[in-house]
């Protein structure tokens, strides 16, 4: 591991196949014992229990010394596989296989382009189509039946083969579950249940933008006022500054001692509290280390709430020009102290509404843990134990309704604990690979795994080897956002480099407009919210979640519908003043911008002027009177 990035290599002594098979039945399903011929010892032992809609496989036994796992299981040549997590290169997955691991995506995740390249060089960073924060072993058959391996291990689901789908894991699996649906929205429902759901986005979100910034509070107070100014709709200020910042080669990073800075902020109590009479709240950052130099690590050091070393010495690693200690969450005392003394005090008590909730994917490999469990099984589990401490804190204060927070990270059973996620660090451009097109991707897959809330970075993050914001880039992000479940700004890793919104009037008017577009639609997004809350079905959805019976729904990973009754394809090419949509079959599409009507089951070409991106919606929707309203905004 190298901050957060990851070289993962096997060396293959033998793999057998456990050709013979017994079957008994034993009260709770059949019990089936594995050998590689007849007179051998058992190697393998499972239980086969039959679900009212598939099978479960369960784990008894393995001989000493098997520490790898192949389960295949049968395919079709036609058949399409979505899942995997959060994927941000490709929706279907068939013809490609998926290592999961969480980690760094990577900068530029494209090997054929000069800021992946770069990335490779100086900071072994530049990551490939499979990178992800959040990856999960569960996939999603065009055939209505989900499949999901419960592992922590390292795995790899492989589906090039036209016969079958390939699963490896590092170990054996607890559980192998199958279980179908008549219909998609029913399939995504059951997995909802399977991991958990979501409680609703607090009433505050649908105020408007949450306007990112970090040059401090006379900056921060300064452009909510040019914001108001603009007739902009803000609902909260997110200052990741909070609690100080650093100077990098990366750029200017925070400062990892979670309390607030008084030199940054020197009135951020009263500053909160003037805020919330405006009806705008504030909202901070977080992360599970704490950095050697600040004021919280000799403490958690102390208590022995850090993760040690191979010597039983507190383990410091290397986060970027700077050292951290790895808080214990297999610890509970660790977890207290951080719900307590961190998220509690240190943040809701000050008037926090919330924060991002940073980082879970870093957990080294050769650390020593509370539990005894070896790090390397515990590094995928990570990013659910950090939202869970997250969410304990928030629900222990009486504040589930009125705090929220927002991961990168993910895996398996993340979504019973985080409220919402957040695309990750995309680069600043239109990149295929790590740019604005990524984030529909993103939403989409991590979608159908039960993730119902997701939104990004407007205008992207990462700017690095002289890859900068354009006001384009800006714009198109933005008219995307505002058709998402949070709209939320981000001043990226090098501010001053980047075009921000108070950069440009032509911007700040832009990110006026769409905000007031996002408010006006509430509305419909609170039903929508409802809805994923209540039945784990995604704000943003593929279009075959709602047409299953058109062919030409299932390849598209470039747009969505927003609920059932609007589709949205956003514009994510530079230099474009039109765009083309696919249009379901079996329906009659109005485009929102200019009213004009289209039959379904064809793709059309609209102009896409900045401020209309393409969105339709349908004849027939009880919704169409707010829809006006909405494309009558001003």
């Keep these: ?32 014992t594995l050998r590689r011929y007849a007179e051998d010892d058992v190697q393998l032992a499972l239980r086969l229990v039959e679900l009212e809609d598939g099978i479960r496989l369960e784990s008894l036994s ?35 296989h998926f290592p999961l691991w969480t980690s760094e995506p990577g900068v530029g995740r494209d090997k054929s382009t000069y800021v992946t390249w770069q990335s490779d060089v100086v900071n072994r960073a530049g990551g490939d189509y499979y990178h992800t924060n959040y990856p999960q072993p569960t996939f999603v058959s065009s055939r209505r039946y989900f499949c999901d391996v419960e592992t922590t291990h390292y795995a790899d689901f492989d589906f090039r083969s036209a016969d079958f789908h390939e699963l490896q894991v590092w170990g054996i699996p607890s559980t192998v579950v199958l279980r179908s649906a008549p219909t998609f929205i029913q399939l995504v429902e059951n997995i909802g249940a399977h991991f958990g759901r979501q409680p609703k986005l607090p009433e505050w979100v ?120 790895v808080v214990d969450f297999t610890n509970p005392a660790a977890c207290t102290w951080f719900k307590d003394v961190i998220i509690k005090r240190q943040m809701l008590d000050l008037g926090l509404s919330g924060w991002m909730a940073d ?71 239109f990149t295929r690979h790590d740019g604005l097109a990524t984030v529909i991707c993103a939403a989409l897959s991590s979608g159908l795994m039960g993730n119902a809330f997701h939104h990004s970075d407007i205008g992207g993050y990462t700017s690095i080897f002289g890859n900068t914001r354009d006001a384009e880039l800006f714009m198109r992000w933005t008219d995307m956002a505002a058709f998402t479940p949070v709209m939320r700004t981000h001043e990226s890793n090098r501010p001053t480099e980047n075009v921000q919104w108070f950069d440009d009037a032509e911007v700040a008017a832009h990110l006026a407009r769409m905000s007031r577009v996002y408010v006006r639609l509430a509305p419909y997004l609170k039903s929508l919210v409802a809805e994923g809350s209540e039945r784990s079905l995604p704000v943003q959805r593929p279009l075959f979640l709602h047409f299953e019976d058109d062919a030409a729904c299932y390849a598209i990973q470039d747009q969505y519908l927003y609920g059932p009754d609007l589709l949205v394809a956003p514009v994510h090419e530079a230099g474009r003043s039109d765009w083309s949509a696919y249009l379901p079959e079996g329906v009659e599409w109005v485009h929102l911008w200019s009213g004009e009507r289209y039959p379904g089951g064809q793709r059309v070409t609209v102009a896409a002027p900045y401020g209309e991106p393409p969105v339709f919606y349908r004849a027939e929707s009880t919704w169409e009177p707010l829809f006006i309203e909405v494309a009558d905004q001003d």
């Design 359 to 429: 980082f879970g994917e870093y957990l080294p490999i050769d650390v020593t843990l509370s539990n005894g469990v070896c790090a390397k099984q515990e590094h995928n589990r990570w990013p659910v134990r950090w939202a869970q401490v997250n969410a304990e804190a928030i629900a222990e204060a009486g504040l589930t309704d009125k705090a929220t927070f927002f991961m990168r990270a993910g895996y398996s059973g993340v979504q019973a604990h985080c409220p919402l996620l957040w695309a990750g660090d995309q680069s600043v451009d």
């Design 62 to 96: 393995a001989a000493e010394g098997i520490n790898r796992f192949w389960l295949r299981v049968a395919a079709q040549d036609e058949e399409r596989v979505w899942g995997c997590g959060e994927q941000m290169s490709y929706f279907d997955l068939r013809g490609r």
């Design 1 to 32: 591991m190298y901050r957060g990035n990851f070289d993962i290599e096997d060396y293959l002594e033998s793999r057998e196949a456990l050709r013979h098979l017994t079957v008994v039945e034993d009260g709770a399903g059949l019990k089936l």
């Design 206 to 325: 649908y105020n408007g933008v949450i306007l990112g910034l970090k040059r401090g509070q006379a900056h921060a107070e300064a452009k909510l006022a040019e914001a108001l100014a603009n007739n902009m709709a803000v609902s909260a200020l997110w200052c990741e500054d909070w609690a100080g910042v650093r100077e990098t080669s990366f750029g200017t990073r925070l400062f990892w001692d979670w309390r607030w800075q008084a030199e940054r902020y020197p009135s951020l109590d009263k500053m909160i509290d003037e805020l919330r009479h405006q009806g705008v709240q504030f909202l901070g950052y977080v992360n599970p280390y704490l950095c050697v130099d600040g004021h919280f690590f000799p403490e958690a050091q102390a208590q022995g709430y850090l993760a040690t070393d191979g010597q039983g010495q507190t383990a410091v690693v290397d986060f970027g020009e700077f050292d951290c200690g």
